[in-house]
C-alpha cells in the first residue's frame, strides 16, 4: 500500500491528469563499487554493472487491445549525487590534436625558430585543456532531468508507437550481444568509442526528438523503426536520424540486425552503425557473438569544436601573438592561419572508421554466474590504432534484487589507441601514453527496487 500510495503521490507532481494513470510504478537501480585502473587511485566508482537510475512507468488500459505507456528515467551518480558523470581516468586524450603541433610551428615560422615553438607548444596545451576540461561531464552535459528515457506512446493490436528520448534500433542490438551487458569494465563497448579512446560515440546509444514504432509476434519475430527530427540523437545534434532493427527472441535465441544512421546540421552523413548478433542459451551456458561497424565522416561535433576555437581559444591565441611584440594585421593573419591549421585536422580526427568484433559466454554456477569475453577494434583509418579487450568477472545473486560482482579486464591499445576500461555509467577515459595496454579490477553492488 505504501509504494502504490507514493507512486500516486509522485505522479500528482507532474501533472493533475497524472492522477487518472491506472497504474504507476517507480523503479530503479542503484549500483555502486570499488574500481583501480592502471595509473590511476582506487575511486568509489557509480554504475559499474548497471548505470543508477530512479524512473517512473505506467499504463493505462484503453480498451480493444490499446494502452497508454509512458516512461521517465533520470540518470544518478551515487558517488556525488549528480546526474553528471565525468570520465574516470585523469589522462589527457591526444588524439584530437594529431598533427596540430607541427601545423602550428609552420605558421608561426616567421617569429624564428625559439618563438614559434614556445607559442606552438602553449597554443596546444590551451586546446587540449579547451577540449577536455578536467572534471567536465562526460556524460549528460546539458544536464537533462531525465536523460536516460523520457516518452510517452501508445500500444496497439498493430504495434507500439512512442515519441520523445528513447534507445536507438542499433543500440539495443548491440547490448543484446555484450556478454558483459553494456557494464563493468568488460564491456564490449568500451573499445568502440572512437580511434583513440572516448572522442567519438562509437554507436548512437539514444535519440532525443524521435517517433519510434516496435512490433513483437507471438512467434519471436520482432523489429522497431526510428525516426529522429530536427535536434535528434544522442547529443541533440543531429539533423534527422534514422534507425531500424530485425530481431528474433525465442527458443533460446536473442539475437538482431540493425542499421542506424546520422545527419550532421549541415545534412551530411555522419555516424552510420550496421550491427548484428545477440545471444544463445543451452543449458547453463549463454553464448554470445556480435559484429558492428561504424563509420563517420563528418563529425557532429565539428560546430562544437569550431565554437569552442572561436569563443575560448582565439582570444588567447591573440593575447599571446600581441604580446611577442606582432602590429595588429600581422596577428590577424597569423591567428588565421593557425586556427586553419586546428580546424583541418580536428576534422580529420574526429573520423571513425572500424569495425568491432565480440565473443563471450556465461555459466551458471548455482545462485551466480562466470562472463568472460573478447573483443577486437579494427581502426581502418591510417592511424590503424587498433585494440583488443579481455574480460572476465563472476556474479553472485544475494537476492532477487541484489547481487554483488567482481570484474577484471585488460585492454591490448596499438599505435596512437588510449583505450581504458571503463563502467556502464561513466566512459574510462584515456591511458597515460598511447599504445601503452591497460587494466582495470572492480567489485560492485547492484540493487534492483
Not at 133 to 156: C, H, I, M, S
Not at 265 to 284: A, E, F, K, P, W
Not at 375 to 388: L, W
Request: hydrophobic fraction near 40%; charge should be positive.
Amino acid at each position: 500500500m505504501k509504494t502504490k500510495f507514493l507512486a500516486v503521490l509522485v505522479a500528482s507532481c507532474f501533472a493533475v491528469p497524472a492522477m487518472a494513470q491506472s497504474n504507476v510504478s517507480i523503479y530503479g537501480v542503484a549500483d555502486a563499487g570499488l574500481m583501480k585502473q592502471s595509473g590511476q587511485t582506487l575511486r568509489v566508482v557509480s554504475g559499474i554493472a548497471d548505470g543508477s537510475r530512479l524512473g517512473f512507468k505506467g499504463s493505462e488500459d484503453l480498451g480493444g487491445g490499446m494502452r497508454a505507456i509512458f516512461n521517465l528515467e533520470a540518470r544518478v551518480e551515487l558517488d556525488t549525487g549528480s546526474q553528471k558523470p565525468t570520465l574516470l581516468s585523469d589522462e589527457q586524450g591526444l588524439y584530437l590534436t594529431r598533427g596540430m603541433g607541427p601545423g602550428f610551428t609552420t605558421v608561426l615560422a616567421p617569429l624564428g625558430a625559439t618563438n614559434s615553438n614556445a607559442l606552438s607548444g602553449a597554443l596546444l596545451q590551451q586546446i587540449r585543456g579547451g577540449l577536455q576540461v578536467k572534471n567536465a561531464p562526460a556524460v549528460n552535459p546539458e544536464g537533462a532531468l531525465f536523460d536516460r528515457t523520457a516518452y510517452v506512446g501508445l500500444v496497439t493490436p498493430g504495434g507500439a508507437v512512442m515519441l520523445g528520448r528513447m534507445y536507438t534500433p542499433g543500440y539495443e542490438v548491440f547490448a543484446a550481444a555484450d556478454a558483459f551487458e553494456s557494464g563493468t569494465a568488460g564491456t564490449w563497448g568500451g573499445i568502440t568509442g572512437g580511434t583513440a579512446g572516448f572522442t567519438n560515440l562509437g554507436a548512437d546509444i539514444r535519440s532525443s526528438k524521435s517517433i519510434q514504432y516496435r512490433i513483437a509476434t507471438p512467434a519471436g519475430f520482432g523489429g522497431s523503426l526510428m525516426y529522429g527530427a530536427k535536434g535528434s540523437g544522442y547529443l541533440n545534434r543531429y539533423n534527422k536520424f534514422l534507425g531500424i532493427a530485425a530481431t528474433y527472441k525465442a527458443n533460446g535465441f536473442d539475437v538482431g540486425a540493425a542499421h542506424n544512421r546520422s545527419y550532421d546540421q549541415g545534412d551530411n552523413v555522419s555516424l552510420v552503425t550496421s550491427t548484428i548478433g545477440g545471444s544463445y542459451t543451452m543449458g547453463d551456458f549463454k553464448f554470445f557473438a556480435g559484429y558492428h561497424d561504424q563509420r563517420n565522416r563528418h563529425s557532429v561535433l565539428m560546430a562544437d569544436y569550431t565554437a569552442a576555437y572561436t569563443t575560448a581559444i582565439a582570444p588567447g591565441v591573440a593575447a599571446q601573438l600581441t604580446a611577442a611584440g606582432l602590429p595588429a594585421p600581422n596577428v590577424a593573419a597569423l591567428g588565421a592561419g593557425l586556427r586553419t591549421v586546428f580546424l583541418n585536422n580536428i576534422a580529420v580526427n574526429s573520423q571513425v572508421d572500424a569495425a568491432s568484433y565480440q565473443l563471450g559466454l556465461h555459466y551458471r554456477v548455482g545462485a551466480g554466474r562466470i562472463m568472460a569475453s573478447l573483443a577486437h577494434q579494427n581502426d581502418r583509418t591510417a592511424s590503424d590504432s587498433d585494440a583488443n579487450l579481455a574480460a572476465i568477472g563472476y556474479d553472485y545473486n544475494l537476492s532477487k534484487r541484489t547481487d554483488v560482482y567482481v570484474v577484471y579486464a585488460h585492454i591490448k591499445n596499438n599505435n596512437e589507441g588510449q583505450y581504458i576500461p571503463g563502467a556502464a555509467g561513466s566512459p574510462g577515459g584515456f591511458t597515460k601514453t598511447p599504445g601503452e595496454s591497460t587494466q582495470a579490477y572492480q567489485i560492485g553492488v547492484r540493487h534492483r527496487f
